[in-house]
């Protein structure tokens, strides 16, 4: 497989990226096929394909914020099961975030993750891809590293229409600082990540403010196991 990189809406591969994404998740987590044209053009977007004798069978999209030493995962797809991708693009991805934060001269605190409860949403079938079940995704982020944030979460619809997209977990991958390992994640931190993360989406719902201002009452936010 190749680990290709997606910088321009032109890009051959991108229709077939984005057509994926409509497969396998539901219409308000896919942003509007146009928009993604300014998105590209960002340089700390990155945003890459999984390809097999032509095809795209996975993706992933990430960035690394400098300022807060962290990184996000925004999202990761696997087109088919039975191929290793996921192995294949989880190591692709931190090998490159790693090139990335070197480059710049920074460090990387850890990184966040969205991942769907299905306790909470038990309706969604992602295209009927075993891979992509939110069972094998907790389980697979777990192994990985990442852990739940103890507070309950809700993002702004991609839709941009100021609808509350419910039913998922924020994640937080920590990596090792010298000998201890984090249990917990300064809330401000989280606030100053999702204010940061979500200022292209000028509708938000109240919900979300309201989530936002229940971290600026908190210090620090527990890890707990996915």
């Not at 700390?44 to 069978?57: D, M, N």
């Not at 931190?94 to 991942?115: P, T, W």
């Not at 979460?153 to 991958?173: I, K, Q, R, T």
Request: hydrophobic letters at 40%; proline letters at 6%; charged letters at 25%.
């Amino acid at each position: 497989m190749e680990y290709h990189r997606i910088t321009d809406i032109n890009d051959p591969y991108f229709r077939q990226m984005h057509d994926l994404m409509g497969t396998v998740f539901p219409p308000e987590e896919v942003l509007d096929y146009k928009l993604w044209e300014e998105t590209l053009k960002d340089p700390g977007i990155r945003v890459f394909v999984a390809v097999k004798e032509g095809s795209v069978v996975g993706a992933t999209e990430y960035r690394y914020y400098e300022g807060m030493q962290v990184a996000m995962t925004d999202f990761t797809i696997i087109g088919r099961d039975g191929l290793g991708i996921g192995p294949f693009l989880a190591q692709a991805r931190m090998a490159d975030l790693q090139a990335v934060v070197e480059a710049c001269g920074g460090k990387l605190l850890g990184m966040f993750a969205e991942i769907y409860n299905p306790s909470l949403n038990e309706s969604l079938e992602f295209g009927g891809i075993h891979a992509m079940n939110p069972f094998v995704r907790r389980e697979v982020l777990a192994h990985l590293g990442y852990r739940k944030l103890d507070f309950e979460y809700v993002h702004p619809s991609w839709h941009n229409d100021g609808e509350a997209v419910s039913g998922l977990d924020l994640c937080f991958m920590p990596l090792q600082d010298g000998e201890s390992v984090r249990e917990a994640v300064p809330a401000a931190l989280i606030r100053q990540f999702l204010k940061t993360y979500y200022a292209v989406l000028p509708q938000k719902p109240a919900a979300w403010y309201e989530m936002v201002e229940g971290l600026e009452r908190r210090d620090e936010i527990a890890l707990l196991p996915i």
